[in-house]
């Protein structure tokens, strides 16, 4: 149902912040996943007052709220269905303070994940989690779906280095939870609640994180093995040896096939059927003495390559590879549908062998990547496409439905990083369960009782 007297009204209270000409719709009509909707509006507030005037006004007025961080989601979590406003707090990309002394950064939601990284090194502090797209992803979307990244394994995704929020809620109130001490015990944790939360229970405005002391030194390796199961292996020996390594990323053969079309048959060892990328951070002579270890480590589970690196630039080469493998695999001409699943690390090779039982039996090539230390494995399913060049969808949307049902099934999550949103909506309530499901379903009444908020994402409607 149009608003577009109440929105007229709206731009007539807050002035530049609301925009609605259709150059500006068009652009915040989707994120990185393939749906699109055109929104009445987008507002760009300037202020945690601002983004409560507009939620305040589009509650009382039935309107339609989509929060909107970087716009660089897979799952179509701010993607406008409903139509109404798009938030966007783009604007709000102020640094307030690093304070060492306290071991806190104080950023609003739009400052750029790799910006308060940058930022935190300057002065010789650390915000650990990097989602792939740090450059680009925002804090608030980062705190919005929990992102992770390799890093997660030793230090953990989003929810650990939140202390504080500045949210708005549906109604316009500004609620304030958490601070800036490193342990806080009063009353439920109402952080946690909306850490994750997708932008449907309220919109972050503001965020204190933890920070803690940069780690003097990192150096990398990587591995190539003649079999995917001996890299499967080697992930729970590097573990088994009482090793924690800040990332530990494993690439199937697909992948590395694919890779060697791409940057050339010399990148990889032609009989590389699997590939492990660890990190490792600390103390100089800690990680000197680590990385040999790790490399032994390697060795007796049957690495027929070793790669050692331990300068920045030769740690940047190492991951610049990784960052290939993806381009590798648009490189084949295939759109990829990226599921971001996670299961328990002992399933890997199972997860493995089961994507290549799909594509035996189907044709269509699923490659897997990804941050296997802790079980979060990129599974690429690669759409066909039919004499025209058109993408052939339904066989491969029935793979996804197969992927997620199996990975319910062995004790897995059908997300680790990118959310529900759209994309994974048809799946969330079996993933969960009706207990959890409803759960769900109170929390989003009781905060946001006229869903302003987000509507139609999650399947909870």
């Known amino acids: 149902m149009p608003h577009g007297d109440a929105i007229l009204e709206l731009q007539r209270m807050l002035g530049d912040v609301i925009a609605t000409d259709a150059?500006?719709?068009?652009?915040?009509?989707h994120d990185k996943w393939h749906a699109s909707a055109l929104p009445e509006a987008v507002a760009l507030p300037r202020s945690t007052e601002e983004v409560a005037e507009v939620l305040k006004f589009a509650d009382a007025h039935g309107i339609p709220v989509t929060p909107r961080g970087a716009g660089v989601g897979y799952v179509g979590g701010c993607v406008p269905v409903r139509g109404g406003i798009v938030l966007s707090l783009e604007r709000m990309n102020r640094i307030l303070e690093i304070n060492p002394a306290d071991g806190v950064a104080v950023a609003q939601a739009g400052v750029l994940t790799a910006?308060?990284?940058?930022?935190?090194?300057?002065?010789?502090?650390?915000?650990?989690?990097?989602?792939?797209?740090?450059?680009?992803?925002?804090?608030?979307?980062?705190?919005?779906?929990?992102?992770?990244?390799?890093?997660?394994?030793?230090?953990?995704?989003?929810?650990?280095?939140?202390?504080?929020?500045?949210?708005?809620?549906?109604?316009?109130?500004?609620?304030?939870?958490?601070?800036?001490?490193?342990?806080?015990?009063?009353?439920?944790?109402?952080?946690?609640?909306?850490v994750g939360s997708e932008g449907m229970l309220g919109v972050v405005t503001e965020a204190v994180l933890r920070i803690i002391p940069a780690p003097p030194a990192r150096?990398?390796?990587?591995?190539?093995?003649?079999?995917?199961?001996?890299?499967?292996?080697?992930?729970?020996?590097?573990?088994?040896?009482?090793?924690?390594?800040?990332?530990?990323?494993?690439?199937?053969?697909?992948?590395?096939?694919?890779?060697?079309?791409?940057?050339?048959?010399?990148?990889?060892?032609?009989?590389?059927?699997?590939?492990?990328?660890?990190?490792?951070?600390?103390?100089?002579?800690?990680?000197?003495?680590?990385?040999?270890?790790?490399?032994?480590?390697?060795?007796?589970?049957?690495?027929?390559?070793?790669?050692?690196?331990?300068?920045?630039?030769?740690?940047?080469?190492?991951?610049?590879?990784?960052?290939?493998?993806?381009?590798?695999?648009?490189?084949?001409?295939?759109?990829?549908?990226?599921?971001?699943?996670?299961?328990?690390?002992?399933?890997?090779?199972?997860?493995?062998?089961?994507?290549?039982?799909?594509?035996?039996?189907?044709?269509?090539?699923?490659?897997?990547?990804?941050?296997?230390?802790?079980?979060?494995?990129?599974?690429?399913?690669?759409?066909?496409?039919?004499?025209?060049?058109?993408?052939?969808?339904?066989?491969?949307?029935?793979?996804?439905?197969?992927?997620?049902q199996w990975v319910v099934t062995h004790g897995g999550s059908i997300t680790g990083e990118h959310g529900i949103g759209l994309a994974k909506a048809k799946w969330f309530p079996q993933a969960v369960g009706p207990v959890a499901l409803d759960l769900h379903r109170t929390l989003k009444d009781a905060l946001d009782p006229n869903h302003t908020l987000n509507p139609g994402k999650m399947g909870l409607e």
């Open 115 to 194: 910006d308060l990284q940058d930022a935190c090194e300057a002065q010789g502090w650390f915000y650990p989690p990097d989602p792939a797209s740090r450059k680009e992803s925002s804090i608030g979307g980062n705190i919005a779906t929990n992102a992770g990244g390799p890093r997660c394994l030793k230090y953990g995704v989003t929810r650990p280095y939140v202390l504080g929020l500045t949210v708005v809620l549906a109604d316009g109130r500004i609620l304030r939870c958490g601070g800036r001490t490193h342990k806080n015990k009063q009353g439920f944790d109402l952080v946690g609640l909306f």
């Open 219 to 404: 150096a990398a390796l990587r591995a190539s093995f003649p079999q995917f199961a001996l890299c499967a292996k080697a992930v729970q020996d590097v573990l088994q040896g009482g090793h924690l390594p800040c990332a530990l990323e494993i690439t199937d053969a697909f992948t590395l096939a694919a890779a060697r079309e791409y940057l050339g048959p010399t990148v990889l060892p032609a009989d590389a059927k699997g590939h492990i990328i660890i990190e490792i951070d600390g103390q100089t002579d800690a990680v000197a003495a680590e990385q040999r270890a790790i490399a032994d480590i390697l060795r007796a589970a049957g690495a027929t390559e070793i790669i050692t690196a331990s300068t920045a630039e030769d740690v940047e080469a190492i991951w610049q590879l990784r960052r290939e493998f993806s381009y590798s695999l648009k490189a084949t001409g295939l759109t990829k549908l990226n599921e971001d699943i996670v299961i328990p690390r002992s399933r890997l090779v199972e997860l493995v062998e089961f994507c290549e039982s799909m594509q035996r039996e189907t044709g269509i090539p699923v490659a897997c990547f990804g941050h296997s230390g802790d079980g979060n494995i990129h599974t690429n399913i690669m759409v066909l496409k039919d004499a025209r060049g058109r993408d052939i969808r339904e066989p491969a949307d029935t793979l996804v439905d197969r992927l997620f």
């Open 23 to 29: 150059g500006t719709l068009a652009e915040y009509a």
